[in-house]
């Protein structure tokens, strides 16, 4: 299936779980079912990204090329949380809004990794495969 299509689908049902979030107020057992399916989403970032990462920026220098995929993933876990605060107090103290731009990033991120993501895995995958043919 490939990575990019995997992030796709993974993205997409996580936009859907994260609106569904919205809609399940008061409902504890919706609350178990749809929550795990949030938080799968999240997972995927563990195995997908050091992968793409090694596929994108090669082996040589991987360690540091992860390291800094997951320095952003710290720092947006550092701000998220008190950003998705000030858009809540915003709107009235209501989480709502903060999980529709939560759900439309996941949107926005299927897309890219979709449309922009895998075209240029492909170019350079294709580019690393014609050098090291070259030189075989």
């Known amino acids: 299936i490939g990575r990019e299509n995997t992030m ?3 993205f997409i049902l996580e936009a859907g779980s994260i609106f569904a979030v919205t809609q399940i107020a008061g409902d504890p057992i919706l609350f ?3 929550f795990p399916l949030v938080f799968l989403g999240y997972g995927q970032l563990n195995t997908l990204l050091s992968a793409t990462t090694g596929d994108l920026f090669g082996s040589s220098h991987a360690s540091a090329n992860f390291g800094l995929v997951y ?3 710290g720092a947006a876990a550092l701000f998220s949380g008190w950003g998705a605060a000030a858009i809540a107090a915003a709107f009235a103290g209501s989480f709502v809004a903060p999980f529709y731009i939560a759900a439309a990033c996941d949107v926005l991120a299927a897309l890219l990794a979709f449309f922009a993501l895998k075209p240029i895995a492909r170019a350079t995958l294709a580019r690393v495969r014609k050098a090291s043919e070259a030189t075989a």
């Open 8 to 10: 796709l689908i993974v």
């Open 32 to 34: 178990v079912i749809v």
């Open 71 to 73: 320095t952003g993933k």
